[in-house]
Nanobody, 115 residues
Framework: QVQLVESGGGLVQSGGSLRLSCAVS????????VGWYRQAPGKQRDLVAT???????RYADSVKGRFSISRDIAKNTVYLQMDSLKPDDTGVYYC?????????WGQGTQVTVSS
């Protein structure tokens, strides 16, 4: 089992920044990537960014150049630095961890960007 706890969401003005954190615990060695997804009201949950155990990063086109995913292995934490935020970035941000046979989700953290 793997547990994920997100933090760092909030209300920010357009153009501002936030950093989300995802604390990972449990059977961490079984994972091969951790990522961030977001769900806007009335829309499906979409990929934002992922980082693999080897350190490879992947981003949605809509956030390239503005968001950055990173990790602190010693703290078992994955971060999402979000800069130049736009109102379209508003939504609930979820942390996801993937093993070969299971996927795990956190409870989500709300990000609201005002215009």
């Amino acid at each position: 089992q793997v547990q994920l706890v997100e933090s760092g969401g909030g209300l920010v003005q357009s153009g501002g920044s936030l950093r989300l954190s995802c604390a990972v615990s449990g059977n961490i060695l079984s994972l091969y990537f951790v990522g961030w997804y977001r769900q806007a009201p009335g829309k499906q949950r979409d990929l934002v960014a992922t980082i693999s155990t080897g350190g490879s990063r992947r981003y949605a086109d809509s956030v390239k150049g503005r968001f950055s995913i990173s990790r602190d292995i010693a703290k078992n934490t994955v971060y999402l630095q979000m800069d130049s935020l736009k109102p379209d970035d508003t939504g609930v941000y979820y942390c996801k961890a993937q093993s070969t046979s299971n996927e795990y989700w956190g409870q989500g953290t709300q990000v609201t960007v005002s215009s």
